[in-house]
């Protein structure tokens, strides 16, 4: 992640109803939609352990927050909307075909052992 220049994205692993969610990539690596169960609409449908953000990217864009008032799973969007469009994402991960991070909902469920 450290070479991100704006936003890094990159599959999920137990998130969202499936064994993983992912960013789509057109034949150009670039993200053109979402591989998502849940709340498939949203702008950016990927899990907060799916993205980062360059921080340099934050300074320069002092108002980007997140909200109290976006409904449950739209904080991701939300924050996003505000840094970058989504031709501006860096897909990682070997274009994302790797699953390099999982969410936590699972904990107890698997071990750190076992292949997901």
Not at 81 to 97: F, G, R
Request: glycine share 6%; charged share 25%; proline share 3%.
């Amino acid at each position: 992640m450290r070479d991100t220049q704006r936003v890094s994205v990159w599959p999920v692993g137990l998130a969202g109803y499936l064994r993983y969610e992912r960013p789509v990539l057109d034949d150009s690596a670039h993200v053109v939609g979402w591989f998502t169960a849940w709340k498939v609409k949203r702008r950016f449908a990927l899990d907060m352990a799916g993205f980062a953000v360059n921080t340099r990217r934050l300074m320069t864009h002092k108002s980007a927050e997140f909200s109290y008032n976006v409904s449950r799973g739209e904080q991701e969007s939300y924050l996003l909307s505000q840094l970058v469009n989504l031709t501006d994402l860096e897909p990682k991960a070997n274009n994302c075909t790797e699953v390099i991070s999982r969410t936590d909902h699972c904990r107890g469920m698997i071990s750190f052992h076992q292949h997901v």
